[in-house]
């Protein structure tokens, strides 16, 4: 895969001492692995996974939209647990895995569950939340198999255009899907 | 191999054969057929007759949508208009959006595709004006050709999802059709649409044409952009409107890794409102947005107020009601029927109420953003959600000089509009950037402009605050027999080049109701001046006015001891048709009364006077459609829960009731949450807000965990959809806030004055 963007600093020798070997240069990285492929991260470590994401791994599913983890359009998967992306820097990712929505359906195509809920509820209205949407619900859906009503408005993703409605739906839908799945 | 059909003296459609057998359909204007595009130079027939529809011979059918699409809905909805007149196979439907249609004319542009905005809920009332034809003349082409193919008459053939069928039962697919469809001779006149018994798309619902995209992440927003590698750009702009730069650290935001260049962007002046960037604002340059972002936090830009400094809202209220006491004031008198004084000197009764709504924002889920591509030399390519693609082209061709075949303008489907996207701010600070002198190393590169969500609350298109004064006279039978509505804002048309004498067209609406249903009207609009910059906000002229008349009749019913109800059937009168002179007219009065009824009858409004919660009532008639509210509350200890809210609409006949039941319940929750919470302040001379937790947008709470619809079953011309159910939503819920708690909310947001008030 084609890479662009931040590079590894070059590290500076502080000063040339002639009775010491010159350092060598040390490729530091932060490894992980997105969508099941391995990366290596060696710009600033700083810098919010959902930026690596979108401008160095080009994977622009996760939305930007407000920098203080509150509306949830940059949510994915880490290690099983949903996280605001934007508030989840580089330097915390080191071995961890993460999902995105790109990473959701199957290599045939075969959507997820919950994106097929989505399409059958006609979930989307503008649809630039519905990446972060559906990223809560699938975790949502991977520790309550059954989600009451409470459980689906704690995640508390922000929907511009007031989907609430069909995004509850289609949770109980996938939820209904994914048991008949495993029966 | 081609042909045209005359819809009109402007308008017209014409057809070509296209490559590898397809049949290419589009609708074109009189100034454009001037200079038509010279056949086989552009190579493809989709771009010689804009592509509307194209019937290709492996089956697929690939309609474009003009307008824009920010979550109205429309590149479904308008698909599907095409798609029922040409008896298309709908799963065989592949949805493009159209870019920018623009050719050179004798001097200037030629719009080829026409109006392409989305706002003022405009698309679908185009479309089936213009759109069915398009798809009628594919059908005919088709079955002419079937007809020859089959040696029967036309006339005994139909199409029937995608196929030409004959009355012996022998069909052929439209595939095998399409190239043949491309030589028949023109029609002398526009081939007859469907009759409407015979639909089975329209009135179906259907899902969004870019569901999948969407839930795959595949669908590229403008914001997802990366054609050629763009440069990121980030920018500190001036927080005080009229202000100037004071210091800046730019040494220190060049050392940030990955920050290219800090360029100053300058005013420009002379330009309307809403067609140029911003400005003053420092521009950071960088590798990626993460870089950018810091670079903008090195930079530390400081800013100073200009000469004039934006007063708090307490004092433009102040304003405004030292105007409506000020009998030496000149307001713009809207409307005027009867005489007001009069009929106050006759009145029963007589009331006064004073309604204050704050400034709010747009806060689209997508923040603007705009890529550019430019080629000094040679062309320029924009990439950018808008509602106004024409203004986008007017501010790039001002910008570039270019000639219309130099520019290409692309429009995404964007998320959210709101109305924010018809301003060209966004548009401007990119070309700018683009054109301004940079660094070897990213001279020939793209620019992407990204807003941060403080830039964008920081600096939007603010809906105007408003304050309204109402006074009415009441006879001895509790009928309105006197009206004055008084209201002072910002326009925001002003700045716009428009006369003073037409400010108010922003504003408020001359022939809302109860205009037209009084005897004794008289509708005055008084200017206050504010420096923020003002813009439309989901059919503002609507708004804030509704929110005030539909308070004040709750009022006057409940000043009579009527029930709201029954108050506004008795305003309302006989069905009759009421002059309008916006768009959407003449207003039926019935139409209005059915839904107040199905909406009262939906929440058992006979429950009105006993029930311990509170029950509220209201309607609006917004660009052709007829909607109620009747909303259900209850008061808590420290506000309220909303039990039920329903939503009624008459839009005439329905596209697509699943996208028109995605835009009520929607436009229903901004309403109720922006009513509830919602509230942009300026201090010290600037914008306070700066994200979602201090303007806390489409709040779940106390919103009911569903808002219940009702869409009247219609066969009159469709309205459109995407605005309409905001103005009723927010008196109907103040409505019943009263009931429930015996407060009269005149201010908004709701909740804060509620507690204030309790």
Redesign the interface.
Known sequence: MAQQGPTSPVPVPAKQDASQPAPKPVREGIDLIVNGERYRHTGDKTMPLLWYLRDVLRLTGAKYGCDQGDCGFCTVIVDGKAVASCKTKMEKMSGRRVTTVEGLAGDDGKLHPVQQAWIDEDAITCGFCQPGQIMAAVELLSRQKNPSDADIDKIGNLCRCGSYGRIRKAIKRAAAAMKDGKA | MSGEVRLSRRRFLKYAAGTAGALVIGIGTADAVDRPPPLGLLGDAWAQVGPYLRIDADGRIFIGVRDPD??E?TSTSLARIIAEELDADWTRVVVEPLGLGVTAGNGEPKFTYGRQRSGDATSIPAAWADLRQAGALGRWLLLQAAARRLGVPAEQLRGESGMAVAADGRRISYADLASAAASIDAPSAPPPLKSPDRYHLIGQ?A??V???A????????A??E?IG?PV?AVLARCPYPGGSLDTAERDAAMKV??VYAVIDLTPEQGQPAGMAAQAPALVVLA?????AL?GRSALDARWKAGNTVEPAASVLEQKALELFDDDAATPTTVRADGDITSARKKAARALEATYFQPWVAH?????PNCVVRLDPDTSVTVIAATQSPRQVYTVVQRMTGFRPDQIDIQVP????GFGRRLEQDYIAEAMAIALAKKPDEIRNRPVKV?W???DDLARDYYRPLAVHRLNASLDRKKAIVGWHQRMASPSALAGRGTPDNRLWQSELVADALPAGLVPNFRSDWYALDSTLARGEWRGSPHVTPTFASESFIDELAHAVKANPLDFRLALLGDPRQLPYGARGGPLDTGRLANVLRLAADKLDWSRWLRSENGLGIACAYVFGAYVAHAIEVSPTADGIDIHRVVCVADVGRVINP??LE??L??????AL?TALNLAITVKDGRVQQT???DYP??A?QP?P???ETVIVPSTADPSGASVIAVPSAAPALANAVFRATAVRVRRLPLLRELARLR
């Open positions: 920010n979550g809905g619902p899902g969004d870019d569901a999948r969407v839930v795959t992440g595949a669908l590229r927003y914001f997802d990366t590698d990121i890794d990955g590798r990626d947005t993460w870089s810091a806060a689209t889920a997508e923040t489907r964007g998320g959210g990204l941060t969500r403080d699943m996208g995605a835009q319940q929607g436009a229903t929750m901004d949450s994200g979602f937790r947008i489409a779940t919103m965990y569903e808002i």
